[in-house]
């Protein structure tokens, strides 16, 4: 995995979010929100909408991945939007890592016939919706201390 480099807060939101290098001092014309935390693993919320196969090649061309959703938790989500939850046509469900879901908390009548995961904001219940369709999405990323990213 590339190391990130020591940023100062709006070269790290470049950085996650821009589509350069975060070198280049280039102003972003997209706006995201995102969340720091000590935890293992930390979900970032993008407000930009993407088909779900769009919303994961941004994600891992940011050393990222779609978020995945546990029973424990893990990921307080406040927003609805794409999450790493796929199947390929008629088959398990699966969690763009490859590993295999074993999450159930569908919405009723779900999953559907449709093949690429969402998670609803008011209920935390999991959809299965249309790949091409357009919504905002959530990924991952592994801990990193603050101090760690920031110049002082």
């Known amino acids: 995995m590339e190391a990130v480099p020591q940023l100062s807060l709006p070269l790290l939101q470049a950085y ?24 293992q693993i930390r979900a970032f919320f993008v407000d930009a909408a993407m ?18 959703v546990t029973q424990q938790n893990e990921y307080q989500f406040d927003k609805g939007g794409w999450i790493g939850l796929y199947r390929e046509k008629n088959t398990l469900w699966k969690w763009s890592g490859k590993e295999q879901s074993n999450y159930t908390n569908w919405a009723p009548n779900e999953p559907s016939t449709a093949d690429c995961g969402s998670i609803d904001l008011k209920t935390k219940q999991l959809h299965s919706t249309d790949c091409s369709k357009k919504l905002n999405y959530t990924k991952k990323k592994k801990k990193k201390k603050l101090k760690d990213l920031f110049i002082d």
């Open 16 to 39: 996650l979010f821009c589509p350069h290098q975060a070198t280049q001092l280039r102003r972003c014309s997209e706006k995201h929100s995102f969340y720091c935390s000590y935890g």
């Open 51 to 68: 088909t779900w196969y769009d919303a994961k090649e941004t994600c891992q061309g940011k050393l990222l991945d779609l978020a995945i």
